[in-house]
């Protein structure tokens, strides 16, 4: 039940192009949903996040969609460039204790 | 604000030592969480402590495994009798309120361990 599974593991997308990657989760008790970044040899960062009241959130080229009762969220990342290239992972938390993560998706962007 | 050192960044160590890892949160931040990532796979939680405390240690090994935040100094994930499963990235993140996990953890670069 604590578990976040993340599709596609990997992706590969021209410059410009849109990349998407899904997310579902089983416990209804997750109140919130953060996005992290990953760049080789560093820590995750987070990116944006998002709460189950809302459906939708932008900031910037970063999009969260939010389907509380499907229990998924995506992230799409719009004209995608080549410094996005890394290691996304979705993950949720249950009244903001520890985070359960998905399992990566590795995002090429192609110049 | 030099943000969450971990040190050392790769640590090799052979099976039977003791590794021990350490984690300085950023300045002002009390609560510590440490994660393990295993290769291409995503981070696991391991413990969540406050100064002094361990809240959480609900994603700790039962065994050969041990953290501390003490009052002074940083906090040290201390792994006993070290076998090759326990090569991995482990990652401390710290925050400023109790509801870390809300508001977004600020997370270390990580210590590769590597047992040989």
């Known amino acids: 039940q604590q578990q976040v599974k993340q599709s596609p593991q990997s992706l590969i997308v021209q410059k410009g192009g849109i990349s998407i990657i899904n997310c579902a989760y089983e416990?209804?008790?997750?109140?919130?949903f953060p996005w992290y970044q990953q760049f080789p040899g560093k820590g995750p960062a987070l990116l944006i996040a998002?709460?189950?009241?809302?459906s939708e959130k932008k900031e910037g080229r970063f999009t969260i969609s939010f389907n509380k009762s499907a229990k998924q969220f995506s992230l799409h990342i719009m004209d995608s460039q080549p410094g996005d290239s890394a290691t996304y992972f979705c993950?949720?938390?249950?009244?903001?204790?520890?985070?359960?993560f998905g399992g990566g998706t590795r995002v090429l962007v192609k110049p | 604000n030099a943000g969450v050192m971990q040190n050392p960044r790769h640590l090799v160590r052979r099976r039977g030592q003791e590794a021990r890892l350490r984690c300085s949160p950023m300045?002002?931040?009390?609560?510590v969480y440490w994660y393990r990532q295993l290769p291409e796979e995503g981070l696991k939680f391991m413990v969540y402590?406050?100064?002094?405390?361990?809240?959480?240690e609900s994603g700790m090994p039962k065994e050969r495994f041990s953290a501390e935040f003490p009052k002074e100094g940083p906090s040290i994930l201390r792994i006993q009798q070290v076998v090759r499963g326990d090569s991995a990235a482990y990652f401390c993140?710290?925050?400023?309120?109790?509801?870390?996990?809300?508001?977004?953890?600020?997370f270390g670069s990580g210590t590769r361990l590597t047992v040989v």
């Open positions: 993140a710290s925050s400023l309120s109790a509801a870390g996990g809300l508001y977004g953890y600020t």
């Open positions: 416990n209804t008790a997750f109140d919130y």
């Open positions: 998002i709460r189950p009241d809302v």
């Open positions: 993950a949720a938390s249950a009244a903001g204790n520890k985070l359960t």
């Open positions: 300045k002002g931040h009390s609560h």
């Open positions: 402590l406050q100064k002094e405390n361990i809240i959480d």
